[in-house]
């Protein structure tokens, strides 16, 4: 299976909100609730940030939120701060325990 | 606090063999799924191997199916990925995750591999 779809960049100045996308298919994405996003700094291990579309794991800032339509699962982070600064990857279930990446998006805060 | 130390990295030719292991703290190991995420250098990450609480279910990237094993061993708090017929594309660090339904919750620092002759 392929990898779900996600732009290669995203930026924003601190203050403004961002919207990383992530499409999928009929298969994975717009089948099940099972999307999650993850956040990876340079040298770091990646943290859960969203799980199950739209949850916020403890100690996630509210500033970060998910949704869905269709076949496209999005990641907003509201209020941009510098220390959003990462790659970002989300994550969906795909069917008979398959679970798919996407490619991973570079915020930038300019 | 959880906490996930892989070890067992390092350097291995084509067609080589490597373990890797996890140890498990601050959580009760034996309630949670477990799986092997790997990132090449400079990629994105690729899910490689799940297994459940009690071993009665495992489940294989298409990449890795038939080379590689997971497994664990709940008394001693230990997760485990057997890596055979290893090849150049194999390459990559290898992190240890705490399954949260079909989410990846906690993820250790990884281990790297690199296949190389």
């Known amino acids: 299976q392929s990898a779900l779809t996600q732009p290669p960049s995203a930026s924003g100045s601190p203050g403004q909100s961002v919207t990383i996308s992530c499409t999928g298919t009929?298969?994975?994405?717009?089948?099940?609730?099972?999307v999650s996003w993850y956040q990876q700094h340079p040298g770091r291990a990646p943290k859960l940030m969203i799980y199950?579309?739209?949850k916020r794991p403890s100690g996630v800032p509210d500033r970060f939120s998910g949704s869905k339509s269709d076949n496209t699962a999005s990641l907003t982070v509201s209020g941009i701060q510098a220390e959003d600064e990462a790659d970002y990857y989300c994550?969906?279930?795909?069917?008979?325990?398959?679970?798919?990446f996407g490619g991973g998006t570079k915020l930038t805060v300019l | 606090e959880v906490q996930l130390v892989e070890s067992g990295g390092g350097l291995v030719q084509p067609g080589g063999s490597l373990r890797l292991s996890c140890a498990a703290f601050?959580?009760?190991?034996?309630?949670?799924?477990m799986s092997w995420v790997r990132q090449a250098p400079g990629k994105g990450l690729e899910w490689v191997a799940n297994?459940?609480?009690?071993?009665?279910?495992?489940q294989y990237a298409d990449s890795v199916r038939g080379r590689f094993t997971i497994s664990r061993d709940n008394a001693k708090n230990s997760l485990h990925l057997q890596m055979n017929s290893l090849r150049a594309e194999d390459t990559a660090v290898y992190y240890c995750?705490?399954?949260?339904?079909?989410?990846?919750?906690?993820w250790g620092q990884g281990t790297l591999v690199t296949v190389s002759s």
């Open positions: 995750v705490q399954r949260r339904a079909l989410a990846f919750q906690s």
């Open positions: 601050g959580f009760t190991f034996s309630s949670y799924s």
């Open positions: 297994i459940k609480q009690d071993e009665s279910e495992k």
């Open positions: 009929s298969s994975d994405v717009g089948a099940y609730n099972y």
């Open positions: 199950e579309v739209t």
């Open positions: 994550s969906s279930y795909a069917g008979s325990n398959n679970l798919l």
